[in-house]
């Protein structure tokens, strides 16, 4: 197509530019960071802009180039966020290890990342010391944070802070295309290696830019952000580049996500906004009930990764006045995919419906990424919040290909999520299942997810977990596995009548067994191990 | 540099993607249109989508394809809305043709841009009959409203209405190059012939994007906008296109933007958000205090093009709890340079102090475009809120060259505004003078504008207005140019002692005159008219 050509600049969208922009604009905006061994840190998006510049120049004295890997099993602290804009604003790439996955899993990342530096945090030094010799490409390992001189175990690994004390900080952010890779981050999927989301500068920036506005996070200067997600979570969901870009004041937990910890920085640092999964918030919901300490100046938490409980949404509401945003998202969606803030069409039907949408789904369509559910031909579906289809997405901040290079989304930029859901003609989805958590019983799908929150329901039961088995008739049928609290005994007849005023009948488990329910790296139901136990 | 690329979707940003998004995710959300001589017209984002694919079809019908120029000659309605998506959204360019410049200047830019097209509202017909002889590429003369049928003089034009009502909607937006050019919008440039800037598709969208940030317009989807800024100055701020990517309600005044119609306007449309030049808003701010009408839903004004008068910002909060937000910017930014809204920094030095930056510097920093302020040899000044300087800007969404191919940016990427001002530690930016309009005095700079509006402030005067003369030994002295207001008549003495309280001495003019003060077509002080004419 012969195009006549804007005379607009064309200036590439880099990480490095949302640093400066702060540093310039926001420059006495404060960052607080908890540190491992180490008392409170605080400093400023100026002073956090000349360490990074001061760790680019040190890791340019390490060999490091553009493209180069460098990983990092780290908390989130201050250091990582410098990790965050001085290695991809140099031009290499940060590969954010989980240090939660297992030790062949954490080996096989950084390996597969082909990465010749990894920076630990100090807590994280025994792990590291099971790894090394694991880690055949690694050149450098450097601590972030103070080493135990005393331990005589230590092997010769860099310190953080020397490097940075060598340098004056006087280095120039390059510019290159915006399409070069940026960080790379690790699916957890429980099936099969972690596979390589590898986002660019320009995925990044424009994830930021879309995190801030009112559809989603909605920040102001005045906002004062936790990230409870870690770093080494699709980039804690991108707020350490969105609070920048918003001049907010910036809180870092380190690896102190209980409930007591989360309850003090937020009182005494005055966060106004939080995010993460619902298990946190669980803890720090007991802990402020049972201590009878207040939320401070807290006004929204987001919570993904899970569905959100419904008492849970209510509780930071009616007793606390806190607004739950839910979100869906995942690495592949850097990982923006949906919110659940309010529309004006939504309102007009009046405040019952509108709590019952907000509450129930998992949020709605942002701009600058697009979705679609489909039927199992790929025809799409109508948002009628009936028919549940597979999730696609597609969009500036969606994986196209996986690290090195396998395809994710197809030749239309569609990626399948994976998830099976349903959109409302307001917009809002809502997950029904995962793909391979479905069950097909007798040519029609049976909602795992359904099915395990009408069990949870019953007094007695702490976790179930619904898995498809085998049928020579109906293909498959649910079994239905109940952990129970301690100390409690629920019946497979209680469960069993507590189900049947709340599911169809023929979605009914023949089978209900009581065993402990294993979980995942990231505190999700392990359905692969009780695939394979059952 | 040899970078490592990243995997994520290189899906290109196009103006088509807003209103597809909009149409979508916000699909029922209104948009109001006056029109010229037909009853308001109401419809919604969905609709217009469905229109604009019919407008797209329609101009393809005629023979326009990629990177052909389109002008229109058009007043602020959903007609004209739906070419700022069909136009650029099928690949061609969309020139806004400034009906309030002179015959000459007009006849100028459409023939400059080379359209083919040009569409206009009704009655605009009569400055169309006088200009189309002198439009010799012009194919086809299009008619935004409905024929007067009875005119014995009307050309041989096309209807839209008639063009949509042959296209059925069912139209395919093309993906292509996102920095293909979408709007082209000239200067009114008091010096010189206009100068056209080529905005891009990607400009476009990612000014829309900062544009909803809270840092500048800070929009949510329960914002209801009214732009009072044409939309051929500079695409109305980029309202039409920021509404639709926060799913606000638009609400269009056309060309009627006196008192009257803007407060009825406010009143029974719901709107939240206006922005204006301050003249409107005089207008607006006399009507209402003589009907005693109230604002309605009115949250948010934000005003630019010329300095705020202090008591209209002030009136609009204390009597009308309506916060003003300036804004600085112009056709090269797309327009958005700098906003005026709050920050801790400046929160955290007290009410007054905040206040008193907020009413008198025309904004801050926003994430994108960078400024900088430099001396007479090109040397950056520092942010110390006292040294003026010429004011520089870069960013996405600035402009490299002018139409077709006349640098505007140096290698750099710094475009010179012409003005000079100071920047504040708080990064505020304070306009003291354009750079022509500086008087350069024995060596010194004497700002025209705070001499200006030291003098307004004297009772009698209406308009003041200050130009350099030359002079043999301090090289140029003021010149004080006063207009009085109907019936008073200030003395120059009344006016010397006036100015001697609040200037420094070697300010004060030598000379005095009164006289009528020529506006240009945009309403500001005509410089020109008066250096020729003294």
New interface residues.
Partial sequence: ???????????P?QVSE?LS?AA???R??EIVSELVNEPVWRYDWERCAHRARQAAQALTTLGVG??DRVSSLAWNTHRHLELFYAVPGM?A?LHTANPRLSDAQIAYTINHAESRILFFDVNLAPLVKRLRHRLPRIEHFILLGQANASDPDSPPWLDYEDLLARQNGDFDW?S??E????ILCYTSGTTGDPKG???????IV?HA??A????AF?????DVIMPCSSMYHATAWGLPYAAA???C?LVLPCDRMDGASLARLICDEGVTFSGGVPTIWTMYLAHIAASGQDVGALKRVVIGGSAVPRAMAETFRARYGVTVLQIWGMTET?PLGVIS?????L?AEGDTFADEILLTRQG?????I?LRIVDGIGNPLPWDGEQAGALQV??????????P?IR??DAN?WFDTGDIGTIDRF?FLRLTDRAKDVIKSGGEWISSIDLENAAVGCPGVRIAAVIGVPHPKWEERPLLIIEPHEGQAPTAEDIREHLASRVAKWWLPDDIVFDRIPLTATGKIDKKALREKY
Same sequence: chains 1, 2.
């Fill in positions: 197509m012969p195009m006549l050509m804007g005379l607009m600049q064309g200036r969208l949302i922009y310039r604009a926001h006495e905006r553009p493209g031009g790439v390059p290159f295309d399409n070069a890779a940026a989301v590898l986002y660019s500068h320009r995925s424009l830019m879309a801030g506005l009112n559809s909605g920040f102001n200067a005045f870009i918003n001049g004041k850097s803030t309010p529309t004006p069409a309102a709605r369509m942002q701009f600058g697009e597609r969009g500036a901040w969606v994986v196209e290909r996986y690290f290079d994710a989304a930029g917009g």
